[in-house]
């Protein structure tokens, strides 16, 4: 059976086990009643197949592609809704991730929590994923600088 499927996640007390295809690590998440109510409301369009959320709607081989398709088009769609929103920078799941990453830092915690809220088995992954957001938010620093000093 193939990894990330419904049969894959584990249930107990609270929190849900699965594995993450890129790395192949264990991760432990705490599994949320909103969680939960969004599965149950897409049950009777999956009961019949391994996946959680009727993203793969066929089993003939294009399981990847039919992935590709639908993450491609929320990605469309964040961006259009970044674009209404008057963001600056396309609106991506990946965006989200990196935001999610240096809130957490932000907020003190621990590289190392950090790390393993991303999935990442290297501590020294985190430390360059979270470089490159150092240097978006700096540049972003020095423009409100300078803006505000050549009013």
Known sequence: MKKN??????????RSQCSRKKTGQTL??????PMQEIVDAYSH?????????PVI???DGTERKQYEKAEHNVNRNLKKIGEMAGLHIPLTTYVARHSWASIMRD???DITVVGKGLGHSDIKTTQIYLSTIDNS???RAN???LDRILK
């Open 137 to 139: 938010t700096v540049m």
């Open 143 to 145: 423009k409100r600088f």
């Open 45 to 53: 369009l999956t009961k019949d197949t391994p996946y959680l959320l």
């Open 28 to 33: 432990t998440i705490s599994w949320e009643k």
């Open 107 to 109: 907020m003190g915690n």
């Open 5 to 14: 499927h419904k049969y894959d996640i584990r249930l107990r007390n609270g």
């Open 57 to 59: 709607t066929k089993q």
